[in-house]
């Protein structure tokens, strides 16, 4: 089993910066990918940003150049680096790790007013 607990969420204006932080604990050894998604009201899940275990960075279309994703191996924790945050970027945001399974966090709130 792998627990994933997210941090860094809130409120921010447009414009803005967020970081966003997941760190997993348990069985972390069998990680192999980690990411993050999103899902706004109404809306089904989408990938933001996956990394792999080597640090090969993977991202939507819709936050390049904006985002970035990092990885602490050493700490067990992935990062999401969020800037020139848009209103279209308000969603539940959730850390996910693969191993043989697919682990996900509780996710995190973060909006973006206009």
């Known amino acids: 089993q792998v627990r994933l607990v997210e941090s860094g969420g809130g409120l921010v204006q447009a414009g803005g910066s967020l970081r966003l932080s997941c760190a997993a604990s348990?069985?972390?050894?069998?990680?192999?990918?980690m990411g993050w998604y999103r899902q706004a009201p109404g809306k089904q899940r989408e990938l933001v940003a996956t990394?792999?275990?080597?640090?090969?960075?993977n991202y939507a279309d819709s936050v390049k150049g904006r985002f970035t994703i990092s990885r602490d191996n050493a700490k067990n924790t992935v990062y999401l680096q969020m800037n020139s945050l848009k209103p279209e970027d308000t969603a539940v945001y959730y850390c996910?790790?693969?191993?043989?399974?697919?682990?996900w966090g509780q996710g995190t709130q973060v909006t973006v007013s206009s």
């Open positions: 990394i792999t275990t080597g640090g090969m960075p």
């Open positions: 348990g069985s972390i050894y069998s990680i192999n990918n």
């Open positions: 996910n790790a693969e191993s043989l399974y697919s682990f």
